[in-house]
């Protein structure tokens, strides 16, 4: 059973409006990431986290994606205006500190963008 | 470029057989080497994972290779059994950088 959990599960959202989705990770882990699984199965990596830093994030030159990580607070992802690309499964990770750590993943939210 | 290719895309074995997947890569800085399973409407999980400086681990019916002159790596399932049936990923990272780069995924589905 993953001991990361995101919610909600499933998000269903009209083009345009704003989709946010949480996460806790596994107590212990200061390390949270966010990838992006589309429906060919490939991951794309959005950004990661230490503690309430970023450490690493893509060039989000559209400026639709945000994050934060704020301590006693669930980490959050949200898109500011939803495409129909968006559409796929977002995958929050986390982990120990370290390079070679094992992520653990939480089930993921589905976002459909209609 | 960081980008890590997986084969085959989709792959059926019967019940008992030999599971063989690949994966290359092509920077030279990845040392760490995960390979994760995951079932539909699940999250991934790690199978098992290789050090650059290894160049083969076991875990029950789970070995991964790792060939560093060639930047190729396998995972060999023995015994597949129907409960194998997932899509695998392998992944790769380096010291310097915390983000894991993932492969597309092979399918496999174990017939009993």
């Known amino acids: 059973n993953s001991k990361v959990i995101q919610t909600p599960r499933y998000l269903v959202k009209g083009q345009g409006q704003k989709a946010k989705m949480r996460c806790i990770p596994e107590?212990?882990?200061?390390?949270v990431f966010w990838y992006q699984q589309n429906k060919n199965n490939e991951f794309k990596f959005l950004i990661n986290?230490?503690?309430?830093?970023?450490?690493?994030q893509i060039d989000m030159t559209e400026k639709r994606f945000s994050a934060e990580c704020p301590s006693n607070s669930p980490c959050s992802l949200e898109i500011q205006s939803s495409e129909a690309g968006d559409s796929a499964l977002y995958l929050c990770?986390?982990?120990?500190?370290?390079?070679?750590?094992?992520?653990?993943f939480g089930h993921g939210t589905k976002l459909s963008v209609l | 470029q960081q980008q890590v290719r997986q084969s085959p895309q989709s792959l059926t074995v019967w019940e008992g057989g030999t599971t063989v997947l690949t994966c290359s890569y092509e920077?030279?800085?990845?040392?760490?080497f995960p390979w994760y399973q995951q079932f539909p409407g699940e999250g991934p999980a790690l199978l098992i994972s290789?050090?650059?400086?290894?160049d083969k681990k076991e875990d029950g019916r789970f070995t991964t290779f790792f060939n560093k002159r060639e930047k190729k790596l396998s995972l060999h399932i023995i015994d597949s059994q129907p409960g194998d049936s997932a899509t695998y990923f392998c992944?790769?990272?380096?010291?310097?950088?915390?983000?894991?780069?993932f492969g597309k995924g092979t399918h496999l589905h174990v017939l009993p």
């Open positions: 990770a986390s982990s120990l500190p370290g390079w070679n750590e094992r992520l653990f």
């Open positions: 107590k212990g882990h200061p390390v």
């Open positions: 986290f230490q503690n309430q830093e970023v450490l690493q």
């Open positions: 920077d030279s800085t990845f040392n760490y």
């Open positions: 290789i050090l650059s400086v290894s």
């Open positions: 992944a790769a990272s380096d010291t310097n950088a915390y983000k894991v780069i």
